[in-house]
């Protein structure tokens, strides 16, 4: 089941993703570890962050609607608190989430984990408003994207992967953009930016009024631009969005996926990350696929 990224090598394609498994340590006592491919801590910043006001999270119909706010303990917390503990888990890969609203800021996230050790790879969220540029998203800029992948990569003394947003018309070329700035890996979709209404009251259902919808209302969508960005890179892919079983995850795969990440299926069952891996290897024994890399890119046009 194993596949290898940027020469990091997972013991199985399912990750799980991040801002939906905390710091890992939440799950250590749910999950077993060892059994899935790796997980991403929740997004790092340069200093610890509050998030937004609630209501922050609802449930949609197939999904659910969430504007936390990026709120974590900050990277110098992660490195001094979190990691020395996550690092005694036996067989355990770590990936680092890292955002911030300027370029500087995530350089200077990328340096302090530089020097921490047990880290396998950078996932360089994209989907932030950069404050340099007025708000605009970075990921939604291609010019913003090329220098905010080009200079994290540049400092980064591990892989870096730059994460997505999809609210672009426009994703093979956003993939491409990443690839000429010579990161090693894209991961895609993060949320789509929603709004939802509470009919009575008039008011967002949301404090921050939108919100970003995830789990298996985005997953045709999330397929599709998967493919798009596959067809357009040379470098792996992860896919994500909606994945709840084996199946949902075999058809990232095929769309040209090398590993997929599960976010919301988490919040209905904690364990889920770990049975979709278990799920995928009973599906590639009884499909007679005999490496789960055989079925990257499968997909019979
Ligand atoms: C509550 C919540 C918090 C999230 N926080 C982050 C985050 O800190 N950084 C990030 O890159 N993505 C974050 N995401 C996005 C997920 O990692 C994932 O890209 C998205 O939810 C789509 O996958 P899913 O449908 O399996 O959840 C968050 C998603 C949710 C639902």
Same mark, same amino acid.
């Given at each position: 089941?194993?596949v290898?990224?940027?020469?990091?090598?997972?013991?199985?394609?399912?990750?799980?993703?991040?801002g939906?498994?905390?710091?890992?340590?939440?799950f250590?006592?749910i999950?077993?570890?060892?059994?899935?491919?790796?997980f991403?801590?929740?997004?790092?910043?340069?200093?610890?962050?509050?998030?937004?006001?609630?209501?922050?999270?609802?449930?949609?119909?197939?999904?659910?609607?969430?504007?936390?706010?990026?709120?974590?303990?900050?990277?110098?917390?992660?490195?001094?608190?979190?990691?020395?503990?996550?690092?005694?888990?036996?067989?355990?890969v770590?990936?680092?989430?890292?955002?911030g609203?300027?370029?500087?800021?995530?350089?200077?996230?990328?340096?302090?984990?530089?020097?921490?050790?047990?880290?396998?790879?950078?996932?360089?969220?994209?989907?932030?408003?950069?404050?340099?540029?007025?708000?605009?998203?970075?990921?939604?800029?291609?010019?913003?994207?090329?220098?905010?992948?080009?200079?994290?990569?540049?400092?980064?003394?591990?892989?870096?992967?730059?994460?997505?947003t999809?609210?672009?018309?426009?994703?093979?070329?956003?993939?491409?953009i990443?690839?000429?700035?010579? /990161?090693? !890996?894209?991961?895609? @979709?993060?949320?789509? #930016? %929603?709004? $939802?209404?509470? &009919? +009575?009251?008039?008011?967002?259902?949301?404090?921050?009024?939108?919100?970003?919808?995830?789990g298996?209302?985005?997953?045709?969508i999330?397929?599709?631009?998967?493919?798009?960005?596959?067809?357009?890179v040379?470098?792996?892919?992860?896919?994500m969005?909606?994945? /709840?079983? !084996?199946?949902?995850? @075999?058809?990232?795969? #095929? %769309?040209? $996926?090398?590993? &997929? +990440?599960v976010g919301?299926?988490?919040?209905?069952?904690?364990?889920?990350?770990?049975?979709?891996a278990?799920?995928?290897?009973?599906?590639?024994?009884?499909?007679?696929?005999?490496?789960?890399?055989?079925?990257?890119?499968?997909?019979?046009?």
């Amino acid at each position: 089941m194993h596949v290898t990224i940027a020469g990091v090598v997972l013991r199985s394609p399912v990750i799980a993703a991040s801002g939906t498994f905390g710091y890992g340590l939440e799950f250590e006592e749910i999950v077993s570890l060892d059994r899935i491919g790796a997980f991403v801590t929740k997004g790092l910043s340069r200093e610890p962050m509050a998030g937004n006001a609630s209501p922050r999270i609802i449930e949609t119909p197939a999904g659910m609607m969430n504007a936390i706010g990026l709120q974590n303990i900050g990277v110098h917390a992660f490195v001094e608190e979190k990691l020395p503990r996550l690092r005694k888990i036996p067989g355990v890969v770590i990936l680092a989430n890292v955002f911030g609203t300027t370029i500087e800021d995530c350089v200077e996230v990328i340096r302090v984990l530089n020097d921490a050790p047990g880290i396998a790879m950078y996932e360089l969220n994209a989907s932030c408003p950069n404050t340099s540029h007025g708000g605009m998203v970075f990921g939604t800029d291609g010019d913003s994207l090329y220098q905010l992948a080009l200079r994290c990569r540049q400092a980064a003394q591990r892989p870096v992967m730059v994460k997505l947003t999809p609210n672009v018309t426009n994703i093979g070329l956003m993939a491409k953009i990443c690839e000429d700035a010579g /990161v090693q !890996a894209i991961s895609l @979709v993060n949320t789509f #930016l %929603a709004l $939802a209404i509470d &009919v +009575e009251t008039r008011r967002p259902r949301i404090a921050n009024k939108t919100g970003g919808l995830s789990g298996p209302a985005i997953r045709p969508i999330a397929v599709r631009m998967v493919h798009e960005a596959s067809q357009a890179v040379s470098i792996p892919v992860i896919g994500m969005g909606g994945i /709840v079983c !084996a199946e949902d995850a @075999v058809e990232f795969l #095929l %769309a040209g $996926a090398t590993a &997929v +990440e599960v976010g919301t299926a988490t919040f209905a069952d904690p364990r889920a990350v770990e049975n979709i891996a278990t799920g995928l290897r009973r599906w590639c024994a009884s499909h007679n696929v005999a490496r789960a890399s055989d079925l990257t890119g499968a997909m019979v046009k």
